[in-house]
């Protein structure tokens, strides 16, 4: 795999996430959920980067969020799979009750499980990953959560205690880890008259430590993210180092414009310049473009206001999306066409993808239960039934 193709495929799965997610809405008072992946022919496993990462890909399993983001993501954009295999249980008020993740070889990966106190809010919280842990969670008078603490099975622990404002918004939080005691971390959070957060201050045993502030525009609308360092870039002999200075320096991270209907329409991005690190310099640019409040167009820039790709978007009369293109001028090979057929629902039954690899057909078969939700879904390759996604859905009523 060459060098150019990785980072594409790299852009390709971190940039698509936030595009055009189907909606999986599960119907009825759910009980439980088994949800997995099966491979129907063992020589087609999932899309990996490198062949030594595990299961969940090059990062591992990282979260319960990500992980269906990127399953759903590939599932339906494209004609490879990502690894998902968990279950879930719920109480009567839809709160979770039990997470499980597994691997497959069906080994638990990460265990979760939670108790509620008479308000609704978690009283403990038993956890299991490399090894198990305990949290216990303390409210005050006006339901706000001010300390958690966790034992591990070593007899380590941590604490997390928080502070609130007047009007009940943290404005202080602090983390200790008995293995690191020296090592306390300490947050402060500043907020202006209409509760918008404007500053993010941290502090480590040395004193202040990185921190964050945010400007809002006269709707509320956060225009600005600019990164506090407590250090500044001084030159040297030898070239450069960084230098701890009482009040650092502030840069510009993130900048965004919106359209009438508050959606972000341009976002600049800055990393420090490669010259003088003191100074922010634009690396990227990002525009977005609606069109019957869908969006139709979606441009990346680099720091020379150079196009590097862009996607385009096409839906049907029940805007469902029906035509994906992703373009790289520069590096044509790594071009993209997507187009969906759809049925009498939102999710799609066949996927004509094309890249630099052929065009692939992909067809999804799908069984329903009685309350409309999908239990089983079949990704057919140019013909080939490869994968089988499968969920039990036990419920109440």
Not at 35 to 45: D, G
Not at 267 to 288: M, Q, R, T, V
């Amino acid at each position: 795999m060459t060098k150019k193709y990785i980072i594409v495929l790299l852009i390709l799965l971190v940039s698509s996430y936030s595009f055009s997610q189907q909606k999986d809405t599960i119907y009825g008072k759910v009980k439980s959920i088994r949800e997995q992946l099966s491979f129907l022919k063992e020589n087609h496993q999932n899309r990996k980067l490198f062949s030594t990462e595990g299961d969940y890909g090059h990062n591992g399993f990282m979260n319960a969020e990500y992980t269906f983001s990127r399953f759903h993501n590939w599932w339906y954009n494209t004609y490879w799979v990502h690894y998902i295999n968990y279950y879930k249980e719920f109480d009567q008020d839809n709160k979770v009750l039990k997470e499980i993740w597994f691997n497959k070889k069906q080994d638990t990966i990460r265990y979760n499980e939670y108790s509620y106190n008479q308000l609704g809010e978690i009283n403990t919280h038993k956890y299991n990953s490399y090894q198990e842990s305990n949290s216990s969670y303390t409210y005050d008078e006006n339901n706000n959560l001010i300390l958690i603490k966790t034992i591990s099975a070593d007899s380590s622990y941590s604490t997390q205690k928080y502070k609130y404002n007047n009007d009940n918004l943290v404005s202080e939080y602090e983390y200790y880890n008995s293995d690191y005691p020296k090592e306390i971390r300490r947050t402060e959070k500043y907020y202006d008259s209409v509760g918008n957060l404007i500053e993010i201050r941290n502090f480590d045993e040395h004193g202040t430590d990185y921190g964050t502030l945010y400007n809002y525009d006269d709707k509320n609308r956060k225009i600005k993210t600019i990164n506090h360092s407590p250090f500044i870039w001084v030159k040297t002999k030898k070239g450069s180092r960084q230098k701890r200075t009482e009040k650092g320096s502030d840069m510009i991270s993130r900048e965004f414009v919106y359209d009438e209907k508050d959606r972000i329409i341009e976002k600049y991005s800055y990393n420090p310049d490669f010259k003088d690190n003191n100074i922010p310099a634009l690396y990227k640019k990002e525009i977005s473009i609606y069109d019957n409040n869908l969006l139709s167009e979606f441009y990346y820039y680099d720091g020379n206001d150079s196009i590097t790709s862009f996607k385009k978007y096409e839906y049907d009369e029940n805007q469902r999306k029906v035509k994906e293109t992703f373009t790289f001028p520069k590096y044509p090979d790594n071009n993209q066409n997507s187009v969906f057929s759809y049925d009498s629902h939102e999710f799609p039954i066949e996927l004509i993808y094309t890249d630099e690899r052929g065009t692939h057909k992909v067809e999804f078969e799908y069984i329903f239960d009685d309350k409309n939700n999908w239990i089983k879904q079949t990704k057919i390759i140019n013909g080939e039934r490869l994968f089988e996604w499968t969920r039990k859905i036990e419920y109440f009523e």
